[in-house]
């Protein structure tokens, strides 16, 4: 579904990817976390043809983004941190922009719009920050284009509109899209996510299935810190001390993706290398188990 080979791309004399490679070629919800300037922002522009490469070859859907060709677009729906919304009702909106996208349900555009309490008989200007974000969510969700980007989708939402994401998203009817979420809120969409993606460097530093880092990694909490040594990455939690260490119980373990995000912003090196060791398999049927979980 999405290849990108060797990608280069700067703002002026700030080189943002230089040979960055990606493949993804099954549908999920993937979760693209990076520090902040790393690129995750200009990753999806690119991915939706907002941006042009400057080197390196970008194929998504057996297209080239930056063509951007109508039968590109109408596959592909991006979701920006920051939007504006004309002073239009919900009715208007699905009137003037649903024709552009020849899967989108009106009857799923309701239902979501029920689901997130969004007021049906206010125009945007008169509705909150929280409001608004959730109706550009609806809308993107109800178009069911087969990739879908969204760049940090629960800023702005409050506890409830979070769950409510969830819930809308985890629907069946989403189960065969593409999802790209770069989000620093990791902890709210961890039950969601298939698969983990961490750029740093101007390059891919990590791509695993949420089911290899389970199997790689091992979350724990502790009273006493001595208990924390020899872990990848520690931190105080209250009174007590969490931290992620290899897994060696042979058991899928728990991996909470906030302290995961925080793991590999502090010891890369540590969480890539439990990792590659975890799909360095002892025998011909781990290999294949390997294989099969990305």
Known sequence: MIKVTQLQFEYGKKRVYDDFSLALDKPGVYGLFGRNGSGKSTLLKILSGL????????????????????????????????????DISMAVLQKTHAPFYPRFSGSDFAQYADIF?????????????????????AFALATHTPLLLMDEPTNGLDIV?????????????HANRTVIISTHQA???????????FVDGGKLALSASMQTLQHALQLGVTDDQADTAGSIYQEAYGQQWAYIARNTTGEPG???????????????????????????????PQLQAAKEEQ
Request: aromatic share 8%.
């Open 117 to 137: 309490e969004i007021p049906h008989d206010k125009g945007f200007a008169a509705m909150s920050l929280g409001q608004k974000k959730k109706a550009v969510i």
């Open 51 to 86: 941006l042009f490469p400057h080197g390196g070859q970008v194929e998504v859907l057996g297209y080239r983004p930056a063509a951007r060709l109508p039968t590109f677009l109408e596959q592909v729906y991006v979701v920006p941190e920051e939007f504006h919304l004309p």
């Open 187 to 197: 902890h709210d969409l961890e039950s969601l996510m298939h698969h983990v993606l």
């Open 254 to 284: 728990a991996v909470n993706l906030e302290l995961l995000y925080k793991a590999l912003s502090i010891n890369k090196q540590g969480v890539l290398d439990a990792v590659a060791d975890y799909l360095r398999p002892q025998s011909q």
């Open 161 to 173: 509109g979070r769950s409510q994401f969830k819930i809308i998203l985890g629907g069946k009817e």
